[in-house]
């Protein structure tokens, strides 16, 4: 059940009590940045020991030429700027103008990054006023191409890079950081960046563009997250033979050496952010699982390819349920295929498997197993003495290699089908109702399945999912055309809708954890969360699948707009804040008065300049 309503989390109160706050002539003063200002209460001051040009420099202070005349003269930028004092409505028009004059996605994010570096506050209020249009530069596809290119395009460092030199130093490079509080870190360590691979320290374009997504949709201060690479090699022969790559020169820690060297940098990390959310992103299977499943019980932590994407895949199917005039209770009546058996559709699947058995549909989790049909590079999990008993079966491709298949994955073996089915034999056979792909490889899904499932059910849901759009399983044109128009489509990165031969539009929709991630850390961090719960997850997901309305599912539209991701993000983080109380993992006192919803909502990050005064 939901928190009761006149239950609330006093967040201003705890925030003050540690951040030296004083009050002078009517105004709130901070000794240092301000983490939070309470809406009901007078305007807030900033108070800095920064003068003149380091205040410039300083892209969580600077507001470029809306300096008032009053703070140009206490700061002693006078004169360093231009004269005259412009609001920040018309820097956002010369900024947007400077932006639409970029001709491609990367010059856009060349220009957003070094927006970002001298002035966040901007940053953010251009990147919120157009989050529909900038989301896809900021975030996935052009991050991952900015990615590839990173060592080509770096301008100034932003985060910190915990390199293999760094071993037994961990503890003290922690307090380098400029912040005193932390509440989200997003860690990588490169292996698996999208479906691009190993890009080793290049992948810090991820965690910055994820954080950029915390603040601008989840409404976390910029000066409270923390983007991080864990740089313990690279495999990748192109980056290593490159003069500019900018990470370690040699190949990645395996086995016990890297597994000490994450524990050492957590181990650093929670001695100076001992609550802090850290986001594990980006890691390769098997060591996104095994990293999962040892601190999850022991830190606030989460995997946002295993858990996030969960959640959003799940929240799409259940929607499309709806789509097709069923309801979220019908998730055990589904026939799913799932082609990709690494960390990410292993996880998305998992987070199914949990709806099914929470809904209690299903017998066992052992019967909810047998709904989902999971490919890997080699095909079907399959059962090889069926297989083997079938002389007329001319099998394709190298054999499955003997003990390949860790627990996880040996959960989706089919006893009863042969091993290394094609997709085309296992959609034939299963006449599956959701496809779903996770695999990084274009053109996955093939004309002939696609046209096979669409021949067996008039509204066939298709989710090619993963980035960037250049290696989605397929295309939304394809999809659209290969199954008459009829397809309930979604996709990690974002396709434009498709005009029909019969005029209508085919809707696609972004299935994206974007839309997940934000508010679930925001109410992680609101409540304080000692740990991060599957039920966190699961509620996610149906607070999402429920914000469509009738007209707009019927015309195949699954979720909101990309330009309401705020409104997105409050939802779930009032949902998930609530689910952290009745679990009894929130550590942040509540009171009685407001309603929580109102809390979460008024805690969220919204870019204004305020005034800055000068404090030694």
Known sequence: MALASSRILPRFQTIAQRSNVTRVTGALLSRSYTPYADPLRDKTVH??????????????????????????????????????????????????????????????????????????????KLIIKYLDELAGIIYTPTVGLASLKSHSIYRRSRGMYFSTQDRGNMSAMVYNWPHDEVDIIVVTDGSRVLGLGDLGANGMQIPIGKLSLYVAAGGIRPRAVL?????????????????????????????????????????????????????????????????????????????????????????????????????????????????????????????????????????????????????DQHGLLGNSAVAAGEPSRIMQGPERPKGSLDERQLSYVKSDLPDRMTLEEVVEQVKPTVLLGLTGIAGVFTEKAVRTMAQHHEKPVIFPLSNPDSHAECTAEQAFAWTEGRAIFASGSPFKDVLLPNGRVGRTNQCNNSYSFPGLGLGVVTARASKVTPEMFLETARTIADMASPSQLKEGILFPGVQQLRDVACKVGTRVCEVAYEQGIARAKLREGELLADVVENSMYNPEYVPLVHFH
């Open 47 to 124: 108070v800095t020991p920064s003068r003149g040009v380091n205040v410039l420099h300083d892209p969580l202070l600077s507001k470029g030429t809306a300096f008032s005349i009053d703070e140009r003269e206490r700061l002693s930028i006078r004169g360093l700027v231009p004269p005259r004092c412009q609001e920040m409505e018309k820097q956002l028009l010369r900024v947007k103008r400077n932006l639409d004059a970029c001709e491609t996605p990367l010059s856009k994010f060349v220009f957003l990054t070094a927006l970002h570096d001298r002035n966040e506050t901007l940053f953010y």
């Open 227 to 375: 983007p991080v690479v864990l740089d313990v090699g690279t495999n990748n022969e192109t980056l290593l033979n490159d003069p500019l790559y900018l990470g370690m020169g040699h190949p990645r820690l395996e086995g016990d050496d890297y597994y000490s060297f994450v524990e050492e940098w957590v181990t650093a990390v929670m001695t100076r952010y001992p609550n802090v959310l850290i986001q594990f992103e980006d890691f390769k299977y098997p060591h996104a699982y095994n990293l999962l499943n040892k601190y999850r019980d022991r830190i606030t932590c989460f995997n946002d390819d295993i858990q996030s994407t969960s959640a959003i895949t799940l929240a799409g199917v259940l929607a499309a349920l709806k789509a097709r005039g069923l309801t979220q209770d019908h998730l055990a009546d589904e026939r799913i295929v799932c082609v990709g058996a690494g960390s990410a559709g292993v996880g998305v699947c998992e987070g199914i498997i949990d709806c099914m058995v929470a809904q209690g549909r299903v017998k066992s989790r052992e019967d909810a197993y047998r709904r989902i049909y999971m490919l």
